[in-house]
């Protein structure tokens, strides 16, 4: 079995030392900061492959029916309950032709009358709704009960531990270097969010991947009840255990500044608003913002680069916590063909 050393501790990287430590490889992950606490921590936690562009939409699917085993799998080995639960969602329409669109993707429709029976506190303004399948859970647990089961298997978990550097002799990384010392690999997976290019830049490796801001808004709904997570347009409400709803999440070029927004919540809270008019009259309980990294084609990056055992995963944008376990998959598979 390999030296793998995983650099991240998003979901990315732990659910790549999950799976390489469930595979019986020696995994060291080294995390700058905490696990999870950028994008990941900040995501809503919503696995909609059907929100998705159509392009993206088969590898979510893939991605997203690994979850029932890989949750069984962690919730087993850590105890740690990610709150993961299987749900139906809803897409509207405001207008004739979002309806047409909607409806000709072949979901099963729902008009108008239907919307407001499955959800009565949804705008009287929608024509009509797709039923999507639809799945979340509670991204910082997640997160954390990845490592911790890549550690009950041996795995090194290291926080607050960033990259300084590469040994690479005969094009290949032999060692990765960290302000505590040095760590022999077979393997390095690059898996820093939108840092990555950063950390790949010091084995001499260009990444196409740069941060995109998304701020969200968490809300206690008062008397308003949302049974199902809603989509519409790059937004969406969701739903969580403890009664709160989270409103997501904007787009936003803003290279590494994460911090929330007067008009970023402003949009979310008019999204709410318009989606759920009721909510109008709900508390704003709390603001954040994440960076997610994004590559200039929209796709993710699993695969080699530069080095012939250094492995990139990153890139998946709104997805990454959909997108993990196939990630993970990936670049196993990678490992496995050496």
């Known amino acids: 079995m390999s030296r793998v050393v995983v650099i991240g501790g ?54 997203l029916a690994l979850f029932p085993e890989l949750i069984a799998r962690i919730e087993k080995d ?27 993707t072949g979901e099963h429709w729902l008009d108008a009358q239907a919307c407001r029976k499955a959800e009565p506190s949804l ?38 531990t960033p990259i300084t550097g590469f040994d690479i002799k005969g094009g290949e990384v032999r060692r990765v270097i960290t302000a505590i010392g040095s760590h022999e690999a077979d ?37 308003v009840s949302l049974r199902r997570s809603i989509f519409w347009s790059t937004g969406y409400l969701v739903p969580k255990a403890d009664g709160s709803i989270i409103a997501g999440g904007t787009e936003e070029d803003s290279g590494f500044d994460d911090r929330p927004t007067v ?21 704003l309980t709390r603001v954040w913002a994440g960076l997610r990294p994004v590559t200039s084609d929209g796709q993710p990056i699993v695969d080699t680069v530069g080095a012939k055992n250094l492995i990139v995963a990153t890139g998946h944008h709104r997805k990454g916590i959909l997108l993990a376990p196939l990630a993970a998959m990936q670049v196993a598979s990678i490992i496995g063909r050496s």
């Open 10 to 63: 998003g979901v990315i990287g732990c659910a790549v030392a999950e799976r390489l430590s469930l595979d019986g490889h020696q995994v060291t992950l080294f995390e700058r900061d905490q696990l999870g606490s950028h994008a990941s921590g900040a995501a809503a936690g919503e696995l909609s492959p059907r929100s998705t562009a159509s392009r993206a939409e088969e590898p979510a699917l893939k991605s």
């Open 78 to 104: 850590t105890a740690i309950n990610v709150e993961y639960r299987v749900q139906q969602g809803l897409q509207p329409a405001f207008s004739e032709e979002e309806a047409a669109a909607l409806q000709a």
């Open 123 to 160: 705008s009287i303004e929608v024509m009509g709704a797709v039923l999507l399948e639809h799945s979340h859970l509670t991204p910082p647990r997640f997160v954390r009960a990845l490592a911790m089961a890549a550690a009950a298997r041996g795995a090194s978990i290291n926080e607050g």
């Open 187 to 223: 393997w390095t997976v690059i898996a820093a969010g939108p840092w990555s290019k950063e950390v790949a830049s010091r084995a001499g490796v260009e990444v196409d991947v740069l941060p995109q801001r998304g701020q969200l808004a968490a809300l206690d709904p008062g008397m």
């Open 263 to 283: 008009a970023g919540i402003a949009t979310l809270l008019n999204l709410a608003c318009r989606l759920v008019p009721g909510l109008g009259a709900a508390s």
